[in-house]
């Protein structure tokens, strides 16, 4: 196998790997924290699920990464092609791990003091966007990688 396609295969694992850990973990953090915010404020379920299920969205930038690179990744392809590949894996990858964990960090809380009944739903929602935002951006620099070949 050649080396280009090697990194590249390496970049887009890396990708979709990375940002599915991030929203695994980000999701089971709302979903842990909902599970004790439930006892206090059934009602509010509606809620805990939304913020419970933001998180998941970083593993869907990982996902469609790999969908709008997987045309670059052919046995011929150059060295500089598979190393931007390697590179916005691991730009997309990094960005969606850390953003996933902390945005579930955000959004546990909010679903703590949703359960404590404070009625922070909207505020936790605009919070929460914060961190995305930064998977967003490794999101958009991997397109403008891809558009660059």
């Known amino acids: 196998m050649e080396p280009a396609i090697l ?13 599915g850990t991030g929203s695994a ?6 979903a842990m924290t909902t599970v004790g915010a439930l006892r206090k404020n059934k009602k509010a379920f509606g809620s805990y699920i939304v913020l419970s299920a933001l998180p998941g969205t970083q593993g869907l930038y990982g996902f469609a990464g790999f969908f709008i ?3 670059l990744l052919v046995a011929d392809m150059s060295f500089l092609q598979g190393a ?3 590179g916005a894996g691991l730009a997309l990858g990094i960005a969606g791990l850390f953003s996933g964990i902390y945005q579930g960090r955000v959004c546990a809380n909010g679903i703590d003091s949703i359960g404590n009944g404070n009625d922070v739903f909207g505020q936790t929602l605009i919070l929460a966007v914060f961190p995305e935002l930064y998977a967003i951006m490794a999101f958009a620099a991997t397109y403008l990688i891809r558009t660059s070949f």
């Open 25 to 30: 973990i980000g999701t089971a953090l709302g």
């Open 84 to 86: 931007a590949v390697l």
């Open 7 to 19: 990194i590249a295969y390496i970049g887009i694992g890396l990708m979709v790997s990375l940002t």
């Open 69 to 71: 690179m997987q045309d």
